[in-house]
Each structure stands twice: as structure tokens, then as C-alpha cells.
């Protein structure tokens, strides 16, 4: 739970904190994201805010608001790189965390909750701020969960946050990864966007990887 001494504020009727912290982390989101992106970011912060308050359980709110906030920060021009895009988007939050006084416990559980985001087998194991972080993620990214959010606040959420296309807008910046980058793809979802939308994707296969092992048995 937010701290009684965290300032907060409420945004789409869901009370978050206000902190520098939070505002700076905001702000990079926008000025680095597609509007589309920017949107699904803040939209999956208020989900996970949303499911924090349902479980009431205790948990850092600063430090899942950067990480949902930052989550697809690896998507961008700014951060986009050689490693798959959750492991770059980690890196720079984690430069972000540091440069803003976070200590090194905390600026780990922003790394870990954005590295693993796509990988809920995971990060749902993690401590809190990971695993709520995912579950808010994966609301809005793919509607799993939606049954625990009120209509009327889904519906406050998504009109102060428009999806503005979201499906097309995310297919299309994977597809792109996959194009660009393939081995950076092939353990993970985006393999499977590769295999259906982009021609001549092919990933390698794990079983060729095994039985070509150069050992006896």
C-alpha cells in the first residue's frame, strides 16, 4: 500500500502517488513514447494500482509506478537496441532509478519487474510490485483479469487514456523487432508475431539445439 506520508493524487478516479519521482518517470514515458504506447503504460499503471487496492497487501506504490510506467520503454527509438527490447528497457530504467537517488534494492525491483513483464510465469512468483506490475500489464494488454475491475472504472480509465489503436500500434513495433533484431525473439512472445506476420521469419528450434549438442549423449 501507498505510505500515509506518500503525497498522491487521484488520475481516472484511481488515487496514486505524486511524487518527483513518479512525475520524472511520467514524463520520460512521454517524451520517448508513441502516443499509443504512452496511453497503455498509464493505463496498465492505474490496473495494477486497481488490483494492489483489491488484494490489500503491503507493496512499494513509487517503485510499481516506475515500473509499470517504464515497462515499454525498450519499444522506443530512445532505448531500442541489440538486447531483447524488456532487457533494454530495464537497463535505462534502472540508469533512470539511479540517477534519481533510488537506492539499489529498490532500483533492482524496477529492473526485475520490467525485464520479466512479458514472462508472468515468472514474474507472478516475484515479490509484489513484479507481480502487480505484470497483472496490470497483462490486463490491458491482453484483458486477462478484467472481471476484477469495475465498468465504470475500466471506462474512466480507457477515456482518460484512449487505446488509439493499441492492437496494431504494438503488433507492428514487435514486427518490427523481429525484423530487425530476430535473435533477439526467439525465447520469447515475440516469436510468435514472427511467425505469423512477418515473412521469412523463421526462429531456431531448441530440439535442433539440444540433439546437435557436439557430446555423445
Not at 54 to 81: F, M, Q, R, W
Amino acid at each position: 500500500m501507498t505510505s500515509s506520508n506518500t503525497p498522491s493524487r487521484l488520475l481516472a478516479g484511481v488515487p496514486v502517488p505524486d511524487t518527483p519521482l513518479v512525475a520524472r518517470a511520467i514524463d520520460f514515458a512521454r517524451a520517448h513514447s508513441d502516443e499509443y504506447l504512452f496511453n497503455h503504460v498509464m493505463r496498465s499503471w492505474l490496473f495494477a494500482t486497481l488490483i494492489a487496492q483489491n488484494k490489500a497487501e503491503p507493496y512499494d506504490a513509487e517503485v510499481l509506478a516506475v515500473s509499470a510506467v517504464l515497462h515499454d520503454i525498450g519499444l522506443t527509438d530512445a532505448v531500442s537496441g541489440s538486447l531483447r527490447f524488456e532487457v533494454e528497457g530495464a537497463n535505462a530504467a534502472r540508469t533512470f532509478a539511479r540517477e534519481h537517488g533510488v537506492d539499489e534494492r529498490r532500483t533492482q525491483l524496477i529492473w526485475d519487474s520490467i525485464a520479466l513483464n512479458s514472462t508472468p510465469s515468472i514474474c507472478l512468483h516475484k515479490e509484489a510490485e513484479a507481480a502487480l506490475c505484470v497483472l496490470g500489464v497483462g490486463l490491458d494488454w491482453g484483458g486477462w483479469g478484467i472481471d476484477g475491475i469495475p465498468p465504470d472504472q475500466l471506462a474512466r480509465i480507457v477515456a482518460e487514456f484512449p487505446r488509439l489503436q493499441f492492437k496494431k500500434g504494438f503488433s507492428k513495433a514487435i514486427c518490427g523487432i523481429c525484423e530487425r533484431h530476430p535473435e533477439t525473439t526467439y525465447d520469447n512472445f515475440a516469436r510468435d508475431f514472427g511467425e505469423r506476420l512477418v515473412p521469412g521469419y523463421r526462429a531456431p528450434s531448441m530440439v535442433d539445439a539440444l540433439q546437435g549438442a557436439p557430446f555423445l549423449e
